[in-house]
């Protein structure tokens, strides 16, 4: 029973993530949200029977069924790293033991803990989509980051954080970023790094805005050294950070508890 719902639950978020997906790809061709999903490169229609997620590109072997073209493997990655942290928000936040099958469906009807699964899942989602899109194409759009900022502020009032708190952290992750933009003339970072601090911030509150940062930038310099001595990027070449922030507001979102009292715990 446990095990099933989990699955389910994945599914679900496999399903989530094949609409992130045409989403992320409707953004850059600014197109609207209804209309059919079509190959990328011979522009012919896919049918409903190739577009499940993860299993259709497993049977078409990674290929349009009519140009036989390489379809992206972003698509079923996105896809499966979805539906994992549709179930990692689960267990995280209705803090499950393995095997207890009935207490989600025993706790999944108190409304708070609802609340917070449906907002994590919407946040899962928006970093997703930052993440692919700055990593594509070294943008963090506005018409993302704003929307998600006003419904993420709503989503933790609901759920009690209280207004100061939220402004704080907002005014703390997007100064932080701002602070950079000004002293480097927007050559550390763009100007959509401002309003992604500002969307951290409303989804993390205080104090935890600050663990996501810090988890940001030593992620970051980790793996921007890696490229430099490999020699992958050079020290002029633009590294998208949208990917550190996003990937850190989710382990934060998660795991930030554990993360500052292990952070501690190396001192004490
Ligand atoms: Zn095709």
Not at 59 to 78: D, F, M, T
Not at 129 to 154: E, G, K
Request: with cysteine; charged share 15%.
């Amino acid at each position: 029973m446990f095990y099933f719902i989990l699955f389910l639950i994945f599914i679900f978020g496999a399903i989530i993530g094949s609409f992130l997906n045409c989403l992320i790809w409707r953004l850059h061709e600014k197109k609207t949200i209804l209309g059919r999903s079509m190959c990328l490169r011979c522009r012919k229609q896919i049918a409903w029977h190739d577009n499940i997620p993860i299993l259709s590109f497993i049977i078409l072997q990674g290929k349009c069924r009519h140009c036989e073209k390489r379809i992206s493997q972003q698509y079923p990655a996105v896809e499966i790293i979805t539906g994992v942290l549709f179930v990692a928000a689960i267990i995280s936040d209705l803090k499950l033991a393995i095997g207890d099958g009935e207490l989600i469906i025993a706790q999944i009807t108190n409304y708070k803990l609802l609340i917070t699964i449906i907002r994590d899942w919407f946040i899962i989602s928006i970093m997703i989509i930052i993440f692919i899109y700055d990593l594509r194409w070294y943008l963090i759009l506005d018409a993302v980051t704003l929307p998600a900022c006003a419904v993420v502020f709503i989503f933790n009032l609901l759920l009690g954080f209280n207004w100061q708190n939220l402004l704080i952290s907002g005014i703390i992750g997007s100064s932080f970023f701002l602070l950079q933009f000004i002293i480097s003339r927007g050559k550390w970072i763009g100007g959509g790094d401002i309003r992604l601090g500002l969307l951290m911030g409303f989804a993390l509150g205080w104090p935890m805005i600050l663990t996501a940062l810090y988890v940001a930038y030593i992620s970051g310099s980790i793996i921007g050294i890696y490229l430099l001595i490999f020699k992958k990027k050079k020290l002029s070449s633009k590294i998208p950070f949208g990917i550190f922030l996003t990937t850190a507001t989710v382990i934060t979102l998660f795991w930030g508890e554990q993360l500052v009292s292990f952070y501690w715990g190396l001192f004490i």
